[in-house]
């Protein structure tokens, strides 16, 4: 299994970025899906996540600002984000859940600036 993230990139700030990511390898559905993000020296903290059962939750520093959404049968997951802050400048890790297991994209760079 391999998830693949793209959308990355500079913004400005109070700006928009969608993030998508897209699975391939599998044959199953994902239990979860969604994004997390890290900066250098700190760890990996959940930005948002969507299960099969299309219940998001969001972290609490971008509820009201970004938006998670999936498209099951092709298990893709998108993160709308908005009005973007310096601190969201992080690489934005795309995972996926199935049943125990969890899976990790390689990352895609948000940097948000002036």
């Known amino acids: 299994v391999q998830l693949q993230a793209s959308g990355g990139g500079l913004v400005q700030i109070g700006g928009s970025q969608r993030l998508v990511c897209e699975a391939s390898g599998s044959t199953f559905p994902f239990d979860v899906m969604g994004w997390y993000r890290q900066v250098p020296g700190k760890q990996r903290d959940l930005v948002a996540e969507i299960s099969t059962g299309d219940t998001p939750k969001y972290g609490s520093s971008v509820k009201g600002r970004f938006t998670v959404s999936r498209h099951s049968p092709n298990n893709t997951v998108y993160l709308q984000m908005n009005s973007l802050k310096p601190e969201d400048t992080a690489v934005y890790y795309c995972?996926?859940?199935?049943?125990?297991?969890?899976?990790w994209g390689q990352g895609t760079q948000v940097t948000v600036s002036s």
């Open positions: 995972h996926a859940r199935y049943r125990t297991i969890d899976f």
